[in-house]
């Protein structure tokens, strides 16, 4: 009876652990695992990689163009100043009537020889002037300018070419004109000379202008 109950008992425990290994796997899977997007991750987003990029706002363009003090520059070869000249370009010349008393300012900002138009006239030069009243009444026309070459010869007038012209009027103390003067000159010269007239000045002034 011994010896019997023995066996049982091994029995029972080597069938206890046939059953045990039926019901466990002999490897064990991997457990599946899916990937999280990177919007919905547990961690906080990357300060660096999130960033806005920073865009500089640049500033639009002015509509309005830029305003210079300088005279209208003339179309063609400019004339020089003359150094040794009583006077010459850029000069502000006050000229006084018989009692020394100022009636004007006249200056001569620029000379130019023009484009040549006709081939088979001689060249044109054109001055812009400027006037200036200086006493209560100046009168100015286009009639008391003239032109001189180095030889003293008197140049004829040209109307209607450089724009815009000076004409004719009378100016109150204070005011000023501004305009361009054309005429007629000689194939070579090493000089010309501007010369204005005006009815209550003692005298005529003169501007002489080197060719280039």
């Known amino acids: 009876m011994k010896l019997r109950s023995t066996t049982v008992t091994l029995a029972a425990v080597i069938a ?12 064990a899977a991997a457990p599946s695992v899916t990937s999280i997007p990177a919007s919905h991750g547990a961690g906080p987003p990357d300060p660096v990689a999130s960033a806005a990029p920073t ?15 300088d005279p209208p520059s003339g179309e ?3 004339l020089l100043p003359d150094p040794d000249a009583e006077h010459t370009l850029g000069e502000r010349i006050v000229l006084d009537d018989f009692f020394d008393e100022d ?4 200056t001569v900002y620029e000379a130019i020889q023009r484009p040549q138009s006709d081939p088979e006239a001689g060249p044109e030069y054109a001055f812009l002037v400027e006037i200036e009243g200086l006493a209560s009444s100046i009168h100015y026309k286009v009639l008391q300018f003239s032109m001189f070459d180095d030889e003293s010869f008197e140049c004829p007038t040209e109307l209607g070419r450089q724009q815009p012209e ?12 501004r305009g361009w003067l054309t005429f007629m000159g000689p194939d070579g010269s090493e000089y010309l ?5 005006p009815i209550s000045t003692d005298g005529p002034v003169f501007v002489r202008v080197l060719l280039p």
């Open 166 to 177: 000076l004409d004719f009027g009378d100016l109150s103390k204070g005011r000023k004109v």
């Open 103 to 106: 009636q004007a300012a006249f």
């Open 76 to 78: 063609g070869t400019a």
């Open 193 to 197: 000379e501007l010369q204005w007239v």
């Open 16 to 27: 206890l652990s046939l059953l045990g290994a039926a019901c466990t796997p002999g490897g």
């Open 55 to 69: 865009v500089s706002p640049v500033p639009a363009a002015s509509a309005e163009p830029a305003v210079s003090a």
